[in-house]
């Protein structure tokens, strides 16, 4: 279970493009150019040893967020099925927080 709790966090992050737990770095998008050849994805040069990142394709908007959050948030499961998800969203900042593993799993299934 803890396997699917870190699959769901670097896919469900990436997408939801959540800084503090984002796995697209900027040595992944170094690599990028040698791996595969996807113009959208390489770095802009900033000048003085920075990077400019643009936004990947598969990331969301704040509004494609918040309609997720506002979905996780009139989720029904049945009871004792998993914890309240419904406290578990913030939709102002379109971010989920504080799920238990189980939840990831129901996620995962």
């Known amino acids: 279970m803890h396997i699917e709790k870190k699959v769901f966090d670097n896919i469900f992050y990436t997408v ?9 770095k900027i040595k992944v ?10 113009k959208a994805l390489k770095l ?6 920075k990077f400019l990142k643009p936004k990947a394709p598969f990331t ?9 959050c506002e979905w ?23 971010r989920l927080f504080g799920l238990k593993s189980h939840d990831y799993h129901i996620f995962m299934q």
């Open 16 to 24: 939801m493009d959540i800084k503090e737990k984002l796995k697209d």
């Open 29 to 38: 998008r170094m690599d990028l150019k040698e791996i595969c050849r996807r």
């Open 44 to 49: 802009k040069d900033g000048g003085a040893r």
């Open 60 to 68: 969301l908007t704040l509004e494609q967020k918040r309609a997720i």
């Open 72 to 94: 996780v948030k009139t989720l029904l499961v049945p009871d004792g099925y998993s914890s309240n998800l419904s406290r578990c969203v913030n939709i102002r900042s379109g």
